[in-house]
């Protein structure tokens, strides 16, 4: 299986082009679309007006490389960061670039994983997946530069999202690859035995974590976002070890819909089985 080389492709292999060229909307034969979306799901992304188109996903194996440490000293470790910043953006571009293949308008239920393997212990798989769908309205349901809309919302927040007059704009997210340095023999014996906060690894989280959310408030901002839902923070060591930390903030930047009908207002319901 070898990878396309065009710039338009992203370096998709060619069999995903022609699973994508296969169903595409004009493509004879084409009525089967393929999703990993629930049947609740399914029904109610129908319910908000959209169709599912098939399931997309994008991949990068990327060797992450080493970074010198300090024993004692907390700071972020910039070009580990940076790898996982670049390898998901890989993933997540090869995903998009598969949806407007098909010819969609959004990807939702979107999921960033990463999977290491026996064969490279500093190489590891970053994958993007999700659902792609289509409106059967003529609304601008695409980013401002023309490209699909992504989205980690679930079907029934998606539809949710909807109702309540806004859209989903872009998955937006912050990484930051934190090392927690070691706290010295005095500092240690001080609170020996003792009920006491550490200042030392208190500053280090509330530093990677800030890091982390600002970042993916940034690429909120220059989506044209007006806020973001859904966020997520989550923390892990991968393969560092337990004093270097990844903290993720991820989340669904989105936008007010032009002339959305006012929200609906709940009904109050009575009871009359006594």
């Known amino acids: ?6 710039p338009e492709t992203s370096g998709l292999p060619a069999d995903a082009l022609v699973r994508l060229a296969d169903s595409e909307e004009d493509a004879p034969g084409a009525t089967i679309f393929t999703s990993d979306l629930s049947v609740n799901e399914f029904l109610l992304i129908k319910e908000a007006g959209f169709r599912p188109r098939g399931l997309v996903f994008g991949s990068s194996i990327f060797h992450i490389g080493y970074q010198r440490r300090g024993l004692r000293s907390s700071k972020e470790l ?5 790898a996982m910043y670049t390898a998901r953006e890989l993933a997540m571009a090869r995903m998009e670039e598969e949806a407007k293949i098909l010819g969609a ?13 026996d064969w490279g212990r500093h190489s590891a798989e ?5 659902t792609a769908i289509s409106a ?9 530069d023309g490209a699909p809309f992504t989205s980690d919302l679930s079907g029934q927040d998606f539809w949710t999202l909807i109702q309540t007059g806004y859209a989903p704009l ?13 706290r010295g023999p005095a500092s240690t014996a001080k609170t020996f035995m003792r009920n006491a906060e550490l200042p030392h690894f208190t500053q280090a989280l509330y530093e990677a974590r800030e890091l982390a ?5 940034e690429e909120a901002r220059q989506l044209g976002g007006e806020g973001i839902v859904g966020v997520q923070l989550i923390e892990n060591s991968h393969f560092w070890g337990s004093h270097v930390i990844e903290f993720l903030a991820i989340g669904t930047a989105v936008r007010p819909l032009d002339g959305a009908p006012p929200m609906p207002q709940p009904e109050m319901i009575m009871l009359l089985d006594g």
């Not at 299986?1 to 065009?6: A, G």
């Not at 059967?136 to 401002?144: E, Q, V």
């Open 78 to 82: 910039g070009s580990l960061t940076q």
């Open 213 to 217: 959310m600002t970042r993916m408030q």
């Open 1 to 6: 299986m070898s990878l396309s080389t065009s």
């Open 136 to 144: 059967s309205d003529k609304k601008k349901w695409r980013t401002p």
């Open 126 to 130: 970053f994958i993007a997946i999700g």
């Open 105 to 117: 308008d959004g990807v939702v239920a979107v999921r960033l994983t990463v999977k290491f393997y």
């Open 170 to 182: 872009g998955l937006v997210l912050g990484t930051c690859v934190y090392r927690v340095g070691y």
